[in-house]
């Protein structure tokens, strides 16, 4: 079997499970902090019980209780929640190793911001991931982690040296989704590293009949909240390749904090909502912060454009004949690319008109081709803009 079909294959099965796990993930991790924070008082007065929630879903009554530590006899049968980070985890890395190491010279490496050779390319972004959970994870158990306060300061910190890195190593949309995965490798490797070590030593020291040590908890509950608001910012990192107008811009860095910054404000919102305080500051600057960002990424008039000729239909044909259908016809001649992508086929002049609203802002911000690879020029850039912007005719 040809191998960029099954590569084709391999992306969708994987991208499906990775899609799936990580809604089971993400959708309990918020369940439960919303029930965390809506907690109340147990009406008995049981010492032993820190909060009570009644809840109607699906058509049934639920009564959930929260113990202080521990109940003061191991249930039969304990749930535990760790599959879904796992899986999800697996998956995405998965996805990550055979897209953008699969194909590194495509996604990963863009000649523009650094010539690296690809297994340059692969070496250092492995390396990023593992050190940046290495280093996250030296930082909650350092000082710092003693103060909330300091620590944000500290993780923010973290993420602006973790983007600044990425952002000059690699492409755009290699960069963002590097930062992604390196920020979901630090979620699910808190599940992995730090929860539930933390939950086993709880339930051997209930089963030994010792009272479990309540610091074992708080660590838990310490990297559950950095998950928390960890989640908005990556699900917009996985979803940015879709958006060129936001990894290609010359400050890609900061559109990317900016939007992590705006995603972490909003969570922070929902959390204190569900202990009853709505401090709506707190999605105002959201708004404000992407509302900047919509200002700073407006696309201007283009100076360039004033001396190009309007090329004719066949004119614009000819660049995209040179440049792109190598990818973009019914049966692909570039290797590794088995159908044309996102159904984007530009073999005949006709096609090209279909095609020519999206194909010029992926020329503009420069997403296409993929790394320059198939080298268009300046001029050949512009020559398409104009032949848009002039009614694509
Ligand atoms: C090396 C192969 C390759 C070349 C050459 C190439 N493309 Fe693409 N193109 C791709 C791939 C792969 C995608 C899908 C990207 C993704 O997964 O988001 C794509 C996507 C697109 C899309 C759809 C974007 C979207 O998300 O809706 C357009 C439009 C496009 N290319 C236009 C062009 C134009 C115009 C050229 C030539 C100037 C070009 N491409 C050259 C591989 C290529």
Redesign the pocket.
């Known amino acids: 079997m040809d191998l960029a079909y099954a590569a084709e294959w391999a992306n969708l099965l994987i991208r499906w499970l990775h899609v799936i796990t990580g809604i089971a993930w993400i959708g309990a991790s918020f369940y439960f902090i919303a029930l965390d924070n809506s907690l109340e008082r147990p009406k008995d007065g049981d010492p032993l019980v820190r909060g009570e929630q009644w809840s109607l879903h699906g058509g049934g009554f639920y009564y959930k209780k929260k113990f202080v530590s521990a109940p003061p006899a191991m249930p039969e049968k304990l749930h535990w929640f760790k599959w879904e980070a796992y899986w999800t985890w697996i998956s995405g890395f998965s996805l990550f190793a055979l897209i953008y190491w699969g ?1 590194a010279s ?2 990963l490496v863009d000649p523009d911001v650094l010539d690296l050779p690809v297994w340059a390319a692969i070496l250092l972004s492995l390396v990023m991931i593992v050190a940046g959970w290495v280093a996250y994870d030296r930082l909650c158990k350092s000082k710092l982690g003693e103060s909330e306060g300091k620590l944000l300061a500290a993780g923010f910190g973290f993420l602006v040296v973790v983007t600044l890195i990425a952002t000059h190593l690699f492409s755009g ?1 290699g960069a963002f989704l590097l930062v992604g995965v390196i920020t979901g490798t630090i979620m699910v490797a808190n599940v992995a590293m730090a929860i539930i070590p933390g939950q086993r030593k709880m339930v051997a020291a209930i089963a030994a009949g010792r009272e479990p040590d309540p610091a074992w908890g708080a660590v838990g509950k310490q990297r559950s909240v950095h998950n928390t608001y960890l989640t908005l910012p990556v699900v917009f990192l996985m979803l940015s ?2 958006y ?1 107008m936001l990894y290609q811009h010359h400050l890609n860095w900061l559109v990317l904090l900016i939007l992590a910054v705006a995603g972490a404000l909003v969570r922070q919102f929902f959390v204190l909502r569900h202990s009853g305080r709505s401090n709506w500051a707190l999605p105002a600057g959201g708004a404000v912060a992407i509302a900047l960002l919509v200002v700073l990424l407006l696309p201007r008039p283009d100076a360039r454009l004033a001396g190009v000729a309007v090329p004719t239909l066949t004119e614009a044909h000819a ?2 004949a040179t ?6 016809a019914a049966r ?1 001649t ?1 290797e590794g ?1 088995a159908s044309a ?2 159904g ?1 086929v ?1 073999e005949t002049p006709a096609q090209l008109r279909r ?1 020519a609203a ?2 010029r ?3 503009q911000t420069e ?4 790394g320059n ?2 080298e ?1 020029t300046e001029e050949e ?1 512009l020559k ?1 803009i104009a032949w848009v912007a002039a009614g694509a005719r």
């Open positions: 194909q495509t996604y949309r390749p879709h060129p660049i995209v440049h792109c259908v190598q990818c973009h692909p570039f690319i992508p996102k984007v530009l095609w999206s194909v802002q992926q020329v997403a296409m081709p993929p690879i198939t268009i850039r398409i």
